[in-house]
């Protein structure tokens, strides 16, 4: 056994592909989708999901969620329908967090009929809640902690003490935390998941998403995979190790931002309400303390009633409205326009999203000028 290496070790070294020709200081990019036989266990291809720079890039995943093993995908809603569909057939149940990724939302109710696969959601995040709901046929609880726009968190613990004792898989999507600020696997949760697009790529030109768990787990979830062809180009693989390589530089810069920003909002007058694990008006503090390493850069934040949420927006300077999130930059969006714009207003109150929220992802801008800007855009909205 090798010591366990620090952080940014593993964020650097761990699953370089050694360029052994020329001794080149990165890893070298593999394009070749034909390889020669390599006795008769090893064939390499693309849609295998075993080509070297993919390979190699599993295990820094791996290393970073603690899994023993990992997959990468070339998006996350490959990433989460490989998944879900590698432990589920016809007749199945799954229990499904009320407040999750749109995308994933969408993917459940469109698809699973199709496949004669019944789904729950919730009602709240709380355990209890997934125990109602179980049923003789429920294979998988699935969660995301923390959840969008409101910055839910879900106990992981107890989900996974609900889950073992009937012995149910566990999924989670890690998006919002990335493997710096959590990492659910130790918390027993079996199968996490990303969308690489966000965090782990963290420069908004990266579309690919990961998978981790036990060898066993990966290897189901594998041999789906193969069939649903969701891998990621080696060109990609290769972007995505170089922004790997400064994972925890740039998410631990943007949570600092993101707790610094959230304490200004709260002390804002023109600001209603702030969200964020990390504040202690937050409901869920204590749970958030006791299963994330760092509370994130993702939080929302209520404007008052007489300022209108789109010009805010638009008199912002420096900080973009914009879909994604998670990039360097800082971007905001406005869920009751974009996000959940297809529910009635009734629908999003009881959701708690109000056409006052803006969801702000934190950059790595210096908050001082974060602070600035918004300032400035909350002054010229007032009405
Ligand atoms: C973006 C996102 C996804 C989907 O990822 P894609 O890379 O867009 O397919 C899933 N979950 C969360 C929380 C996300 O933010």
Redo the contacts with the bound molecule.
Sequence with gaps: MTKKRGINTTCVHVGEVKDEQFKGAISPIYMSTSYAFDGVDVKRYPRYYNTPNQEMLCKKIAALENTEDALIFS????A?SSAMLAFLKRGDHVIVQQVI?G??YNFIVSEFDKYGIEYSFTESDKADDFKSLIKENTKILYI?TPS?PLLGITDMQAITDLAKEKSILTMI?N??ASPINQNPYNFGIDIVIH?A??YMGGHSDI???AVAASKEHIEQIWSTAINLGGNLSDQTVWLLERSLKTLNLRVKEQTKNAQFMAEYLENNENIDAVYYPGLKSHPQYEIAKKQMKGFGAMLSFELSEEIDAMDFQRNLQLIKPSM??AGLESTTVSPAQTTHALLSEDQRLERGIKDGLIRFSVGIEEPEDLIADIEQALIKSIQ
């Design positions: 998006s996350g809603m490959a989460i990724y995308g994933t995301e969008n999507d998006t919002f969308s697009t966000k579309s690919a998403g994604s999130l």
